[in-house]
Antibody, heavy 121, light 109 residues
Framework: EVQLVESGGGLVQPGRSLRLSCAAS????????MHWVRQVPGKGLEWVSG????????AYADSVKGRFTISRDNAKNSLYLQMNSLRAEDTALYYC??????????????WGQGSLVTVSS | EIVLTQSPVTLSLSPGERATLSCGAS???????LAWYQQKPGLAPRLLIY???NRATGIPDRFSGSGSGTDFTLTISRLEPEDFAVYYC??????????FGQGTKLEIK
């Protein structure tokens, strides 16, 4: 059974940093691209970032480019999102999601339950 | 950036009825690279349809997708009680920037 478990969320002040982690199990992690998608509670979905199976291809939404860094450790079956210079508008539930193929296609067939990030003073 | 607009915002129907949800794109979606997701309260989204018309693994055949270019449709042939949820379309044709529609809430009438 595919499982994606996010962690690392919490309350953080504007301008500070936070690192999210996603632990994957139930599939061959290094065979698939991975993504982060966020959702303001009660609102819609926003794709944040994606990374190919071997980290050779990485992309970011314009709203986070230059502030967020996605990475993965295939030996640990883990995905990460380093978030710097956080803003109030980054407040959201952050989902880790699995792509259906090794290179980023954008088709997301499994999602974690999310990690809540709240940016507030 | 391709903007996706879903309509209606809210759709009120009864179990057993047919649901038709629309997703319009601000420009043509390359390759009909469009997906539909279902999200229930407190849960993560679930992939229903990809490449406009292909059902994801385990998705009942009452769900179907169609369309190309700028106009796409998700149809649920006969609504079951568990189908009432929020539905999002997503385009992945302008890789690597993937955008979602604002969602359609399908509620029980």
């Amino acid at each position: 059974e595919v499982q994606l478990v996010e962690s690392g969320g919490g309350l953080v002040q504007p301008g500070r940093s936070l690192r999210l982690s996603c632990a994957a199990s139930g599939f061959t992690f290094d065979d698939y691209a991975m993504h982060w998608v966020r959702q303001v509670p009660g609102k819609g979905l926003e794709w944040v970032s994606g990374i190919s199976w071997n980290s050779g291809s990485i992309a970011y939404a314009d709203s986070v480019k230059g502030r967020f860094t996605i990475s993965r450790d295939n030996a640990k079956n883990s995905l990460y999102l380093q978030m710097n210079s956080l803003r109030a508008e980054d407040t959201a539930l952050y989902y880790c999601a699995k792509d259906i193929q090794y290179d980023s296609s954008g088709k997301l067939d499994f999602w974690g339950q999310g990690s809540l990030v709240t940016v507030s003073s | 950036e391709i903007v996706l607009t879903q309509s209606p915002v809210t759709l009120s129907l009864s179990p057993g009825e047919r649901a038709t949800l629309s997703c319009g794109a601000s420009q043509s979606v390359a390759g009909s690279y469009l997906a539909w997701y279902q999200q229930k309260p407190g849960l993560a989204p679930r992939l229903l349809i990809y490449d406009a018309s292909n059902r994801a693994t385990g998705i009942p055949d009452r769900f179907s997708g169609s369309g190309s270019g700028t106009d796409f449709t998700l149809t649920i042939s006969r609504l079951e009680p568990e189908d009432f949820a929020v539905y999002y379309c997503q385009q992945y044709g302008s890789s690597p920037w993937y955008t979602f529609g604002q969602g359609t809430k399908l509620e029980i009438k």
